[in-house]
């Protein structure tokens, strides 16, 4: 069966990141709208980003989500690990090597590992 792609997925684990960006409401939103203009995709709606997990060291921290308009962009951060998790779901092609790199540089990681998958 020869089939069309639906969509596209970049999940990127950033270790060893920079806590003042992982910290900061404003650099994460900043983060996601840089994100959005570099990768071409159009929010839909404003990013939500919230604070939690207070309850254990290792779960807390911020996670957003931000709508675009062929999917989402989704990030969790946990602070205890310095570890950022990201995933860039599209139904639209993108380039997943600026996103990659734009990513690891924004959060000042020292090792990424990343997986593109075909959906």
Known sequence: MNKKAFGWELV????????DVMLSK??????????CKIIKMK??????????GLQ???TKGYSLLQFVE????????SEHWRISYINIFSCKP?????????TKKF????????????R
Do not use: P, W
């Open 94 to 102: 993108f380039d997943q090597q600026k996103a990659k790199d734009f």
């Open 12 to 19: 990127l684990d950033l270790y060893e990141c920079d806590l």
């Open 70 to 77: 062929t999917s989402s962009i989704t990030g969790h951060f």
């Open 26 to 35: 404003e650099k994460l939103t900043e983060y996601i709208d840089k994100l």
């Open 107 to 118: 959060f000042n990681a020292k090792k990424v590992k990343s997986r593109f998958i075909v």
């Open 43 to 52: 929010k839909y709606g404003k990013t939500l980003l919230e604070y939690f």
């Open 56 to 58: 254990k060291s290792q």
